[in-house]
Each structure stands twice: as structure tokens, then as C-alpha cells.
């Protein structure tokens, strides 16, 4: 018998309509991984899903050439995020035990970065849907939303 976690997560930016900066302002998760039996590790696992689901969702990006050759072949040139590019999480959990084990536990590590790009990609049309802007591809570069909201002026 299978065990599915399940959560809700919300971000909230701010985006700069000359330049297409975006900033992370706030992100919060409530997410139901079954009993939590080290709060510590399931916090990092959580913190490391959304750190990644961000990434993917605003910066990272593979850039090939015409004949499908990887431009950005290593990470000096390959956005990752780091540190400051967020806010502290505000992260807490509902307990809820699996029936299918006996701790009552469900997947950690799996919820943040699935929850975390429809969160920061709605957040994003959220922002831009005053101009009408329905659908942001990924990553929301900076480059991509001032494209997107010069094409939407």
C-alpha cells in the first residue's frame, strides 16, 4: 500500500517592469510527510526542495547552439541559486501517519521541488497578469519577464 504526501506551498515576488528583476519576497510551505521523526533532516529536506525547485523555476537553464551543442558546459557559466537569492522559509508540517508502515511515515524530500514550481510560476503570472500575461516559460530569467512584459505592452 502506497503512502502520498502531500502540501501546499506559496511564494510571493516582486518583479521590476524596466529591468525584469525578480525578487523572491516571501515562501511558505505546510506539507504533510506522515510522522516526522527527525525534524531536522525532514526541515533540510525541505529547504533543499524548494532551494532546487527555485532554481529550476527562475534561473537554471541548459543553453545549446544550432547544432545542439551545450553552450553553458559548466558552472561558471550555468545559474545556480545561492543563498541570498531568497528569503527565510517559513516552513511547518501536518502529521498525518501513513497507514502503510508501521513509523506512519510518507516521502520527504519529494514535495518541495514538485509544490515549489507551480508556487513561484503562478506567483510570477500572478504579477504580470495586470498585462495580461497568461503563461511564463521556465526559467523566468530576468532577460524572459522584460521580454514578456515588453511584448505584452
Given amino acids: 500500500m502506497p503512502a502520498y504526501p502531500n502540501g501546499c506551498h506559496v511564494a510571493e515576488i516582486e ?9 523572491l519576497t516571501r515562501y511558505a510551505a505546510v506539507d504533510d510527510v506522515g510522522t ?3 525534524p531536522m533532516i525532514v526541515d533540510g529536506q ?5 532551494t532546487h525547485g527555485i532554481g529550476q523555476a527562475l534561473m537554471e537553464g541548459a543553453i545549446y547552439d544550432d547544432e545542439g551543442q551545450l553552450i553553458n558546459g559548466s558552472f561558471m557559466d550555468y545559474a545556480m ?8 522559509f517559513r516552513i ?3 502529521e498525518i501517519p ?3 508502515n508501521p513509523l506512519g511515515v510518507k516521502g520527504g524530500g519529494e514535495i518541495a521541488p514538485v509544490a515549489c514550481l507551480p508556487a513561484v510560476l503562478n506567483a510570477v503570472v ?6 495580461g500575461v497568461t503563461h511564463v516559460e521556465m526559467p523566468a530569467t530576468p532577460e524572459r519577464l522584460w521580454r514578456t512584459i ?4
Fill in 126 to 131: 500572478d504579477a504580470l497578469s495586470p498585462l
Fill in 92 to 94: 511547518d508540517f501536518s
Fill in 98 to 100: 501513513a497507514s502503510s
Fill in 150 to 153: 515588453q511584448d505584452a505592452r
Fill in 15 to 23: 518583479i521590476d517592469p524596466v529591468s525584469g528583476a525578480l525578487a
Fill in 46 to 50: 525541505v529547504h533543499g526542495g524548494v
Fill in 36 to 38: 516526522v521523526v527527525n
Fill in 81 to 88: 541559486p545561492r543563498a541570498d537569492d531568497f528569503p527565510g
